[in-house]
Every structure is written in C-alpha cells, then in structure tokens.
C-alpha cells in the first residue's frame, strides 16, 4: 500500500490526473496553431478523437476520486457533517468558478448594462466544470439520503442508465420551450453548451 499511496495520496490518482492536463493543453494548442487546410485531414480527425478523450476524463477522474475519498471516510459522508459541507463548498466552487470564466467583462457594472444577448447567453454556457461540480454536490446529496453502501451503488446504477437514456428526451426543441435558458443550458447542448449533464454527468 505504500508503494500506491504516500502521504494520503494516490499516485496513480495523480499520474492519471497529469496525463488528461497535457492531452487537453496540447489539443487546445494543436487547435489554436494548425493551419486551416490541415484541419481537414485524416490525421487531425484522428487527433480529435484523442483530443476527445479529455473531458470525459476529468469527469470520470473527479467521480473516481470522489469513490476513494467517500470509502476511506464513510461515516463522515453520510451525515451532514464539516466533511459533507466542505466537499460540498467544492462542488459549488467548481460550478461558480465555471460560470465566472465566462464573464464577458471583468466589470459587474458591464455586465449588466452593456452586455449583449449574446454575451449573457455565451455567460449560461454550461462547461466542464459546471458539470463536475453538479455531479458531485449530487453524489453529496444522495449519500446522506441513501447512507448505505449497496444501496447507494444500486441507485448510482440507475441513475446512470436514466441519464443515458432519456438524453435524446432533453435534446429536443420541446425541452428549450419548456425550460428557461439557464435550465435548459445546463441540460442539453443544443444552445452550444459543450458539456450538459445529459450525458455528461453521467461519466
């Protein structure tokens, strides 16, 4: 165990970590620097499917996370304990943080009255962290309504398949009717968000 874990750190948790950062810092750079016309190869399109790999990485790697530090403290995470409000404070973190970087100013005065429709729209864009973030005050929630263990893995495993599956339901231009911006944001992508919760949270 010591080889695995020093200090009350995975390693390979780390190295996992570490290898899904570069994957997204070269695919960002490739994108930025390649000429057009290259961009329309096969070997781009090969590179995108790679490229790919990285958000849900960081998703399944904050739920993987999440399953470690939930066994080694269980006692602590079904219960509306300091653990549960600080990993809680997190996940609202994440989702704050996630909607700051799409500040189209820097300035709240701005922001509210010169910020175009399109920029308060670019703003409710649902991303990656926003969606890490969800999942994991989600996964908060359901531990302390649930509490035990198989129980808790059984509704996971539902709840995955639901999210699957009823994806097509909320990526339809009923679910934009029904839905204010800001919900159906979160939900689908078809206002551009590039990581809804369906499917994305299910990672």
Request: proline residues 3%; positive net charge.
């Amino acid at each position: 165990m010591r080889g695995v874990k020093e200090l009350g750190r995975y390693k390979f948790l780390d190295l996992y970590r570490g290898i899904i950062v570069l994957f997204m810092l070269e695919g960002h750079v490739v994108r930025e620097l390649l000429k057009t016309e290259s961009k329309t190869t096969y070997l781009f399109t090969l590179h995108e499917i790679f490229h790919g790999v990285t958000a849900p990485g960081f998703l399944f790697g904050a739920g993987f996370t999440f399953a470690i530090a939930t066994q080694r403290r269980w006692e602590q995470s079904i219960a509306f304990t300091h653990g549960f409000f600080r990993r809680a404070w997190r996940a609202v973190l994440l989702i704050l943080i996630g909607y700051a970087l799409h500040f189209p100013f820097l300035s709240l005065q701005k922001i509210i009255f010169q910020a175009t429709s399109a920029q308060r729209n670019a703003f409710l864009l649902f991303d990656v962290l926003q969606c890490i973030g969800i999942g994991l005050l989600l996964l908060c929630l359901l531990l302390v309504t649930v509490k035990r263990e198989k129980l808790f893995l059984g509704t996971l495993t539902v709840l995955f398949f639901a999210i699957v599956y009823s994806t097509p339901i909320f990526w339809t231009a009923r679910v934009q009717q029904i839905f204010p911006h800001t919900i159906s944001s979160a939900v689908n992508g078809l206002t551009s968000s590039s990581f809804p919760l369906f499917p994305f949270v299910g990672f």
